[in-house]
């Protein structure tokens, strides 16, 4: 049991940096890829990345697990959503600021949550309301284009609008 706990701590870990060096390592990239093709190459390597998991987990997967009929909208939708969302993150740091792209992706908890709520009829507890209006709060102080003006950064609207696809794609998941 041990070993379980620190291989998935492990794992985690691992994701956590991977996830925190994508965006930075992504604004260096872009000036050389257009912002498309770079989403298209994360994902590209995901999907590898998955792929190959997949052939060394299958065998021991048990029919009820695999994807069926009932399952195939909400597939759908992830494949659609899985491919808008990285495209709006590369176009907003293309023209944003990394950081603040790093920071305004803790957006996907609120939309996640909102999602869950209005759709899918989710409870919310008062703990996860906190948080969600406290990440709401910094996500909008993030996205003004600076303190001599009330408009929002354009490029800040593009990682919102990622987000938002990703909290939509996370409950997609959940119902699968």
């Known amino acids: 049991m041990k070993n379980k706990n620190i291989s998935a701590i492990i ?3 691992a994701a956590a940096i991977f996830y925190a060096l994508n965006v930075p390592c992504s604004k260096l990239l872009l000036g050389h890829i257009q912002p498309t093709f770079m989403a298209g190459l994360l994902y590209l390597g995901a999907g590898l990345g998955v792929g190959i998991m ?3 987990r299958h065998k021991k997967e048990k029919p009820e697990e695999r994807i069926n009929k009932k399952d195939l909208p909400y597939t759908i939708g992830m494949v ?3 491919i808008i969302a990285p495209i709006l993150l590369m176009i907003g740091i293309n023209i944003g600021t990394s950081a ?3 920071l305004l992706g803790n957006f996907e908890i609120v939309a ?3 999602i869950a709520l209005l759709i899918f009829k ?3 507890s008062g703990k996860l309301w906190a948080a969600v209006s406290l990440i709401t709060l910094s996500s909008i102080i993030l996205s003004f284009s600076g303190s001599e003006s ?3 950064s354009v490029g800040s609207l593009f ?4 987000t938002v696809c990703w909290g939509l794609e996370n409950n997609c998941t959940r119902n699968i």
């Open 122 to 124: 989710e409870r919310v």
């Open 80 to 82: 659609l959503l899985d």
């Open 150 to 152: 009330l408009s929002f």
């Open 112 to 114: 996640t949550t909102v």
């Open 11 to 13: 794992y985690a870990l």
């Open 54 to 56: 997949y052939l060394f």
């Open 100 to 102: 603040n792209a790093s």
């Open 159 to 162: 990682v919102l609008g990622a």
